[in-house]
């Protein structure tokens, strides 16, 4: 299994002031309208060691473990709107590493053991819940797969455990266990330290200590273009002007094609939406994550109470940041048999993000034909829980140029060789 | 919700249709010349665009029958309906179709019927 050396607390630099009750205390006396900055908003410099262009969850973490581990600090992240408000402050916030492969559960599992300790490691509260994450099966087969998907997970030193419906009914009082129903509950398998995290927090969390640590993130400056000199590169055209740097690291999610395509790189990407929305709050009902395999479903309950349900994913490329309706009508549908009680629920808000969908439904963690242009993309229906491990893998590769044992099966060569990750069906959740 | 107009059924909802992603991919011929990256160019090489994007859709629960469409990815709008085995005839069709990188690949240019001869069987 993959090791985690920089996980722990307190062990990485970065990250303050602290938070403490004494701040709070403070901070109180003055009804919280003084507290400190967060972070700086500083203009660009006009070079950089390196740049990351997305300030999302992935480069903000990117950005941090740069600085923390590699002590990079004369580093950038440059974000076209605000930190987390693309894919990061969208998702349903579910953590687990219950995939099958062994790549997937190195680079899973070494994102969840950072989570682990990563609220500490950044003084900042990312709310994070081990609650356990419950994937049902709906069908004799589903059920025997999952469980020789169990066997192979737990081969790797990753929790999960089958359980039957009776068992599920004990977890989740909610649940209809009824085999008449559409999708019936015929059994699961349950990740207990899998959980949830916030995810705002994880963005703020971050930006905070790497901004602590030196590095400069710049939002509302959109990058409009890759500057090439040869086969390398030079720096980054932004709405604030050129920005020289040797090294930048792309982690855009929906748009890395776009981006890809300002320095002719080509990606195996398909950009699609993703949909997801949140009932009324309710008193607390559901103290774990469900999700579904057939339905492409994923329920939790917010910590304001609301349900959050997430869709699949839509069959037409878009980056319109919208999906089209029959996608959460076909999971409601499903999920109000599976859960009466949801049947009572107004939706509050419903929205969509767009995500970069590849081929093999695994990540691109990799170098490009462009000496000193990386890219961190194709994280799909499933980058959050990745968080972590992704930017940690990912400053590593950006300071050495050469990718380490978890992140070098990722490379985008895996689409000439052949050696794909086909996490299809095989990643506990339809992608 | 997407109102498609079917060549052949006329306009219907958009559950009845499957998209099947980026149109006027050709398979090389010269499969065995090509090197592994230039087949992966084919194989799992995909645009993406932000805007006029060129895609194959079939009518599932119509006629069942395949079409082309340009298809803006930002405002979903069908800007042209064409059929298999055709180029697009609007201006933004032919556009999206000749400023394509993939007219510029290797293993298009080896889906060409002249570049089998380059094969060996």
């Known amino acids: 299994m993959a090791e985690s050396p920089d996980r722990g607390a307190r062990r990485l630099p970065g990250g303050k002031p602290k938070y403490s009750i004494f701040s709070l205390l403070r901070n109180a006396r003055s009804y919280h309208q003084n507290w400190q900055r967060a972070w700086r908003s500083p203009e660009p410099k006009k070079s950089y060691d390196a740049i990351i262009i997305g300030g999302g969850g992935h480069g903000l973490a990117t950005a941090y473990y740069l600085a923390a581990v590699h002590r990079m600090t004369n580093i950038a992240v440059v974000e076209k ?34 989570w682990e300790g990563l609220t500490q490691d950044l003084n900042f509260n990312l709310m994070f819940s081990q609650r356990g994450v419950l994937t049902i099966a709906h069908s004799w087969h589903e059920l025997r797969e999952m469980s020789r998907r169990v066997h192979a997970i737990r081969l790797n030193g990753i929790d999960s455990d089958v359980l039957n419906p009776d068992q599920i009914k004990k977890l989740v009082p909610m649940i209809n266990i009824d085999p008449s129903i559409r999708y019936p509950v015929m059994g699961g398998f349950l990740q207990r330290r899998g959980g949830t995290a916030r995810h ?42 050129f920005i020289k740097a040797p090294k930048v690291g792309c982690v855009v999610a929906g748009h890395c094609s776009v981006l890809g395509a300002m320095a002719d790189v080509r990606l195996p990407i398909a950009s699609r939406p993703l949909q997801a929305l949140v009932s009324e709050p309710i008193k607390p009902e559901l103290d774990t994550v469900i999700m579904s395999n057939a339905v492409h479903m994923y329920i939790s309950q ?3 109470g609301e349900m959050v349900l997430g869709a699949g994913v839509d069959k037409y490329n878009s980056y319109a940041q919208r999906g089209s309706f029959p996608v959460p009508e076909h999971m409601i549908a499903a999920a109000v048999e599976i859960f009466p009680i949801l049947s009572r629920l107004r939706m509050l808000r419903h929205w969509g993000g767009i995500v970069d969908t590849c081929p093999d439904a695994s990540p691109i963690i990799s170098k490009t034909d462009v000496k000193g242009l990386y890219f961190n993309c194709g994280w799909g229906t499933g980058g959050f829980k990745a968080t972590p491990g992704s ?6 590769l950006i300071a050495h140029d050469r990718p380490n044992k978890i992140a070098a099966p990722y490379a985008l060569d895996r689409f000439q060789t052949g050696l794909l990750i086909d996490e299809h069906g095989a990643a506990g959740v339809a992608h | ?53 060129l895609e194959r859709w079939c009518h599932d629960a119509g006629c069942r029958r395949w079409f082309n469409a340009a298809r803006d990815t930002v405002s979903h709008a069908f800007l042209e309906i064409y059929p298999m085995g055709s180029l697009p005839k609007t201006d933004a069709g032919k556009a999206a179709y000749a400023g394509s990188w993939r007219r510029k690949t290797a293993s298009e240019a080896a889906a060409k019927p002249s570049s089998a001869k380059g094969g060996k069987a």
């Open chain 1, 81 to 114: 709107g605000w930190l987390g408000g693309g894919n990061t402050g969208r998702n349903t916030t579910i953590i687990r590493s219950n995939y099958m492969w062994d790549e997937s559960a190195a680079i899973y599992d070494h994102a969840l053991k950072l």
């Open chain 1, 302 to 304: 917010s910590d304001k």
């Open chain 1, 200 to 241: 705002d927090a994880v963005a703020w969390g971050y930006a905070r200590a790497a901004d602590d640590l030196g590095v400069d993130i710049i939002q509302n400056c959109e990058v409009t273009g890759l500057r090439r000199k040869g086969n390398r590169i030079e720096g980054v055209e932004t709405t604030k002007g």
């Open chain 2, 1 to 53: 919700m997407l109102l498609i107009d079917c060549p052949h059924c006329g306009p219907r909802d958009e559950t009845e249709f499957s998209c099947g992603g980026e149109a006027h991919i050709a398979r090389p011929l010269a499969e065995n010349s090509i090197t592994d990256a230039e087949f992966a160019e084919y194989l799992f090489w995909r645009d993406n665009p932000k805007g006029v994007f």
């Open chain 1, 391 to 396: 930017g940690h893998v990912f400053a590593d």
